[in-house]
Nanobody, 121 residues
């Protein structure tokens, strides 16, 4: 499956941003989808994940209450709605696909190319 992430940009602290990850090549609804991010000089970290049907969602503590992950299986797209952004949210954000909901990046078989989110304080 191919993944294409988009929607990143430069925003101010407190602003909102919605990323998108469009997929193609396989049946989107078969996959659990996740978002990860990597800040300069830091390791990649889990952000959020959603089950194939959308009924199960998981969030990192750092974004819980501010980010919402949702998916539109008709459009083969998954989105994180990111609210009340903070400077520490600055990172390259990656979407990924796997066959079971997990926080472990190593278990995601497919990855998008990443989109930069920069939050100025």
């Amino acid at each position: 499956v191919q993944l294409q992430a988009s929607g990143g940009g430069l925003v101010q602290a407190g602003d909102s941003l919605k990323l998108s990850c469009a997929t193609s090549g396989r049946t989107f609804s078969d996959y659990y989808m996740g978002w990860f991010r990597q800040a300069p000089g830091k390791e990649r970290e889990f952000v959020a994940a959603i089950s194939s049907g959308g009924g199960i969602r998981d969030y990192a503590d750092s974004v819980k209450g501010r980010f919402t992950i949702f998916r539109d299986n008709a459009k083969n797209t998954v989105y994180p709605q990111m609210n009340r952004l903070k400077a520490e949210d600055t990172a390259v954000y990656y979407c990924a696909a796997t066959t079971g909901i997990t926080r472990l990046g190593s278990l995601y078989a497919y990855w998008g190319q990443g989109t930069q989110v920069t939050v100025s304080s």
